[in-house]
């Protein structure tokens, strides 16, 4: 006797809902008190960020009176994440979240929403003016690349967003909080001079930066860089041959000796492209690894977004001059 696969679908969309009616229970009713999971330190203002690069900042700005988390390790491609039942713990015990807007975490877009019902829920990029923003082709207000740390510029004003939203919360640490953010702006701002000197050291006809996905199109835009990638801004968009063979044409036709892959998306896509250049005669050349979307391993220097960023800069000039 054959038996229906249909019943064991059915059963799989009951349990799914039943999972999701009792995490949106969960962000509605709280969890209950204790301590957030991966946040130690009684009396510290305990603070989830999504991304690495925006707990890195709340780290520095909050320094000791606080105690931060981040949902998203090293590798970690956030166009995809979806959050687990731990992550949402984390979230509703949390005092205050940092996100990056922009639909980055365009998945949890949904528990934002409920919980910026209860509490400080925050979008680091919410004050960078609209007319500055990159879009998607076709527009609309859901269409924004949300790559800002790449302009270091654009950075300093997350990092202004942390330091404002946690005086708010927390305004007995409130001199804390200046103080720390003042040193940290300072760094960025050297940050930014670094990386806009060290651009200009490429010569002007090879400064083309190729990668697997658009996520450097600010970076270009502010540092004089032209830039492509194989994906678009959001790597849940699917390539297919065509965009293979365009990018494999745009090589050989400019010449470009060298591309880059990044630590957050796979390299087989990339590596095509590479293939197709050679087959017609074009040698190219993978310049390094570039950290896009997600920071190194923690504990080291490229674990912090100043050393993102300039392991990025480091890695891309050395290629290309």
């Not at 991304?51 to 606080?66: F, H, P, R, S």
């Not at 981040?70 to 940092?98: E, N, Q, T, W």
């Not at 510029?153 to 990092?159: C, D, E, N, R």
């Not at 651009?199 to 090879?206: D, F, K, N, V």
Request: hydrophobic residues 40%; proline residues 3%.
């Amino acid at each position: 006797m054959r038996f229906s696969k249909k019943p064991n679908s059915a059963i799989k969309r009951f349990i799914m809902t039943l999972l999701f009616l009792a995490v949106s229970a969960l962000l509605v009713t709280g969890c209950g008190t204790g301590e957030n999971d991966g946040l130690a330190g009684k009396g510290k203002l305990k603070v989830t960020a999504t991304t690495g690069m925006i707990a890195d900042v709340a780290q520095e700005i909050g320094g000791e009176d606080v105690a931060v988390t981040g949902l998203m390790g090293s590798g970690v491609d956030p166009h995809l994440y979806k959050a687990s039942y731990g992550d949402v713990k984390k979230l509703d015990r949390a005092d205050i979240i940092f996100y990056n807007g922009l639909h980055l975490e365009g998945k949890m877009a949904e528990m934002f929403e409920k919980l910026e019902k209860r509490k400080p829920t925050v979008a680091i990029s919410s004050r960078i003016p609209e007319s500055d923003l990159r879009s998607f082709p076709g527009g609309g207000s859901q269409s924004h690349d949300p790559h800002i740390w790449f302009n270091v510029k654009m950075w300093i004003s997350a990092a202004e967003v942390i330091r404002d939203s946690l005086i708010e919360k927390d305004p007995v640490h409130a001199e804390g909080y200046q103080a720390r953010a003042a040193a940290y702006i300072g760094k960025l701002e050297e940050l930014d001079r670094y990386t806009t000197e060290q651009i200009r050291a490429i010569p002007e006809e090879r400064r083309i930066l190729v990668t697997a996905h658009d996520a450097f199109g600010y970076f270009g835009d502010e540092y004089g860089l032209e830039v492509t990638g194989l994906q678009g801004m959001n790597t849940m968009s699917e390539y297919g041959s065509r965009d293979v063979s365009s990018l494999r044409d745009f090589l050989v036709e400019n010449k470009i000796k060298a591309v880059f892959i990044e630590s957050s998306v796979p390299k087989k896509a990339i590596e095509s492209v590479i293939q197709g250049a050679r087959s017609m005669g074009h040698e190219v050349t993978i310049g390094g690894e570039l950290f896009s979307d997600a920071m190194g391993e923690a504990g080291t220097v490229e674990g912090t977004y100043i050393g993102m960023v300039r392991h990025n800069v480091d890695t891309i000039v050395q290629a290309l001059r």
